[in-house]
């Protein structure tokens, strides 16, 4: 029996769904310029087969599967609402895309039917993280690459820092480990990357500041969430005192920066030969 993953969209109030969802499309748009280029540098592109796994409503399957061309891609998910979300708002304007439920650890997907696999935001939340890259793998070719996009919260900045920033952010850290959640499991994707066999693991990371997106939505996307998974007044409270920062004048708003890593790893070619080189944002570095 799964123990419940620390993000299920059934647990959010019937009063905060709308919002959540809100903040989902927000988090998936905000950066989504810089966030497919990263994933085109990573090799996401025409003709390869896309698997977005714990696509959530999709915001961002439909774009990949944009970049496959025909090849086209699936998004998949356990939240039968989130995927009628994603069906109803993203499939419509997307010709290559489809959705269907299912579990990380067990999709019911076929072996090898995918060039790449990208989760964006899901192994944070996930008890049994290794079983879930076995799975992935499992459903990628030989000589296709896994690309994991997640955070550290040891890389989460707010300067100058309010005490209510730092006691949200430690609270939100137990109250997701409490659900076999991890918030610093960014620099833990490599070695379970390693552990299930794939090769040539690369750590890439992406920041996303204030500078960027506004105070507003810098706030929204890091302390909303975590507020509700707290889910108690206090956190709420805190969530409302921070957002509040960004009504100050420009000059008077802290700065805020988190960094968004990818971590990617091959599936070995059956012989073990190391899959084809990628394209390396560091040149001569060793494998
Ligand atoms: C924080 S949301 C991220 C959604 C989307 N990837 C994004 O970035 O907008 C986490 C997603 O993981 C999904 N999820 C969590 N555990 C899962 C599991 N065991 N199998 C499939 N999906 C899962 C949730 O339903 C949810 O859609």
Known sequence: MDIEPSYHFDHFADADRAAELRRLQQQATVMLDAELAQLQVLGFGHGKRILELGCGPGFLTGPL????????????????????????????????????????????????SFDYLYSRLVFQHLSRPLDALLEARRIVRPGGRIVLSDVDDAFLVLEPCPSAFRTLTARAIEAQAAHGGDRHIARKLPGLMRSAG????????????????GLAAFLEITTRFKAIQVGDAEALAMATELAALAELPLDKQPFGMVVAFFVTGDVPLADGTPAP?????HPGGTR
Do not use: C
């Open 198 to 213: 794939l090769q040539d693991v690369r750590l890439h990371g992406l920041t996303v500041t204030s500078l960027d997106v």
């Open 65 to 112: 599967s944009d970049l496959a061309g025909p090849a086209g891609g699936v998004g998949i998910d356990m939240s039968t609402e989130l995927l009628a979300a994603a069906n109803a708002i993203v499939k419509p304007a997307h010709a290559n895309v489809e959705f269907v439920e299912g579990n990380a650890y067990a999709t019911g997907l076929p072996k090898h």
């Open 277 to 281: 080189s990628r394209v390396s944002l």
